[in-house]
């Protein structure tokens, strides 16, 4: 009867949930990234009637109270010249102290290259534990992750008061759920000094990151040679789409290497992932297997990549992706 | 030259994953491990040509991991690492191998800290970070080129459609990726050579459990695959919109 009484009350307790939550919105070219709007949906449904505030980091190049409609309940922002270089233990200090200063148990920030260097950082600070690459929202303290490249799914159960949660990009759709906030200037107590001396920045696109992007189009040996990219581009222009390639294609230099999804690679979730002239080894599949749909374009009926697809073109690579493209463009004026 | 490199035992690449009937691990029958592979193409074959361009120095590697990991061990000794550090505990999560790694480099005096990009089996990509954070050193993420003269280093890292080339002087820890070195094949010598190379085992400390992975399960099966008729793009298009809704 006792024992009873104390489950009861523990899953009240439950339901009046209540944590503070910290997103830090990494900015690119002086804009949120597109995961921001991700990471303050996620937010606002795991606070329950805890707060929501953003951190920026950094000079914006924009207005950037329209944080507030996806949830943002306070935007604070650090301006200042020191912050124009990423240093995850520099930003990584900062974040920390803004999570004691709002009185937040759980950080959250995107799985992408600046997350991955700043998390560790925070939740080393925080003692807090530290969950890398979440898909999806808690059970109870049991967050999803992927592991084994993808190949597995597993629950990371958190033991420690506060959390340190990246979030992998498009894990969750994004809703629009507020109205935009006034952006609070706050100055930390201390900006650490950075011990790495930035010489250059040479960005050689201004897309969509490859791990952010919903829609990416790859190609594989199948492709023949670096000169036939075109109609990987062409199709990836029309559909708004990044671009990827299978290891090998990058390994002969036919790509740079930032295009090589798999195992070794890059591993993305796109909403769409279309594959020409990939045979989908079991490496190749460990980086795509997340997307949400798939289709693949192969020679090879018996190609391996067509069991991992959710939609299957047999036929020349060559003559399907124009008439791919040529079927977009169709649609588009279509709908427009 | 004082280069420490962290090495991890992975499941081979090919390997088709299986879990015990209580999901809470991996069913080892079967698994063939290698070493964790940006541990060992790009961060281990990086310090040997840095160590082998200064004319002296040691590489030194570091596992968290048991005694059945002294296998994997051997093949990084092989491919010429100088001797191996084994931190005795089975590695259950990046922060608990992080802070044993850094319990241990308080206590020595490495120029640097390499690691690969990510693990195969976790792929955190946090235990550099984690490491960096524990020992107050800087940490430079995904390099792919990496050059030391005269106690400073300058290293090329990817910053996600980009690159930055940043210098760095006194310890750091980085995380090599792709570019940094080209994969090396042991040799007969080498592997011989690894045998008598000194593993140096030490026995972990105790710091508070943070998390723990629970419920490992395979992602639910793929329904079968639609196949379109190559001249009907059209359909493809549709079925995308309708039915898939990804555009
Ligand atoms: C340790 C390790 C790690 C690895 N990591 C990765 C990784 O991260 N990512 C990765 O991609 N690979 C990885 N690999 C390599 C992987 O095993 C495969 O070799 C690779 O993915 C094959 O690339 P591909 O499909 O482009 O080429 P291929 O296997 O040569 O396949 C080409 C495909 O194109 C088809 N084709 C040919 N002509 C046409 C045409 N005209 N139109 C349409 N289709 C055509 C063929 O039928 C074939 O299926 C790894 C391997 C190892 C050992
Ligand atoms: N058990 C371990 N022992 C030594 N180094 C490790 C271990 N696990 C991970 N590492 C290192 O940390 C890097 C990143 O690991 P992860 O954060 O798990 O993706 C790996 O590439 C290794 O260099």
Known sequence: ????????????????????????????????????????????????????????????????????????????????????????????????????????QVVLMSFDHSGKAVAPVVAAKLSAGLVAGATGLPQGMQFPVKAFSGKALANVNVLTEKIVVALTPNSIQAEKNGTSVAVESWTPSEIPTSKIKVLSVNKNTTDIPLPEAEKVVSGGRGLKGPENWGLIEDLARELGAATACSRPVSDI?????????????????????????????????????????????????????????????????????????????????DQA | MNILVCIAKAPDTTTKIKFNSEGNSLDGNGVSWIVNPSDEWYALVRALELKEAAGQGKVTIVTVGTA??????????????????????????????????????????????????????????VVGGLLAAYLDWPYIPLIEKLNVVQGTASMSRDIGGGTEEV???????????????????????????????????????SFPVTIEYVNFSLPPEKGACKIIDADNMDELVRLLHSEAKAL
Request: aromatic letters at 8%; a neutral charge.
């Open chain 2, 167 to 205: 210098e760095v002087q006194g310890p750091f820890v980085a995380s090599a990726t792709k570019g940094l070195a080209e994969q090396r094949i042991p040799n007969m010598r080498g592997i011989m050579a690894a045998r008598t190379k000194p593993i140096t085992v030490i026995e972990p400390q």
């Open chain 2, 68 to 125: 059945e990991d002294d296998s994997i061990i051997r093949k990084a000794l092989a491919v010429g690492a100088d001797e191996a550090v084994r931190i005795n505990l089975s590695p259950s999560n990046a922060t608990s191998v992080a802070q044993q790694i850094a319990a241990w480099v308080k206590g020595q005096s490495y120029d640097f800290i390499l690691t690969g990009k990510e693990t195969i089996d976790f792929n955190g990509s």
């Open chain 1, 1 to 104: 009867m006792n024992l009873f009484g104390c489950c009861i009350l523990k899953l009240k307790h439950f339901k009046i949930f209540e944590m503070n939550i910290l997103v830090y919105i990494d900015l690119q070219n002086g804009r949120p990234r597109k995961s921001s709007a991700e990471l303050l949906t996620y937010a606002q449904k795991l606070a329950g009637e805890g707060s929501v505030t953003a951190l920026i980091l950094g000079q914006s190049s924009e207005d950037v109270s329209g944080l507030g409609v996806f949830g943002a309940q306070r935007i604070l922002q650090v301006s200042t010249q020191e912050l124009t270089h990423f240093d995850g233990l520099v930003f990584g200090h900062i974040i920390s102290e803004a999570a004691q200063f709002t009185g937040s």
């Open chain 1, 253 to 333: 230099g036919w790509r740079p290497h930032h295009e090589h999804v798999g195992q070794t690679g890059i591993t993305i979730r796109p909403n769409l992932y279309i594959a020409a002239g990939i045979s989908g080894a079991i490496q190749h599949l460990a980086g795509v297997n997340s997307s949400k749909t798939i289709v693949v374009i192969n020679t090879d009926a018996e190609a391996p990549f067509f069991k991992a697809a959710d939609y299957g073109v047999v036929g020349d690579a060559f003559e399907v992706l124009p008439k791919l493209t040529q079927a977009i463009k169709k649609f588009k004026a």
